[in-house]
């Protein structure tokens, strides 16, 4: 499976954006979809992720701005992006696995990733 991860670009702080995931084949309905994001000299951060029970779990650093939807009739995992921070900027990554909920913050529980795209917010 190929994830493709599409949305990303340059915005002003204050500003949105919407990621999307999309998958190559398949369906996303039994897997969670997560997304991370990495800054540059940071480790691989946990941003949220829908599960295959169709909940939804977001990180407390995002929370009240960002929120995470499945388009069913596309196949995509959607992020929203409100109110974003120049803290924010970093590349985003969108993977796929069935963690359970105890890991669901940790990278090595996907197993497929898509390749990133870049959200830079300026201030």
């Known amino acids: 499976v190929q994830l493709q991860a599409s949305g990303g670009g340059l915005v002003q702080a204050g500003g949105s954006l919407r990621l999307s995931c999309a998958a190559s084949?398949?369906?996303?309905?039994?897997?969670?979809v997560a997304w991370f994001r990495q800054a540059p000299g940071k480790e691989r951060e946990f941003v949220g992720a829908?599960?295959?029970?169709?909940?939804?779990v977001v990180d407390d650093s995002v929370k009240g701005r960002f929120t995470i939807s499945r388009d069913n009739a596309k196949n995509t995992v959607n992020l929203q992006m409100n109110s974003l921070k120049p803290e924010d900027t970093a590349v985003y990554y969108c993977g796929v696995g069935r963690p359970i909920l105890s890991s669901i913050r940790s990278p090595t529980s996907y197993y497929y990733w898509g390749q990133g795209t870049l959200v830079t917010v300026s201030s």
């Open positions: 829908y599960r295959a029970t169709r909940t939804t």
């Open positions: 084949e398949g369906t996303f309905s039994t897997y969670t």
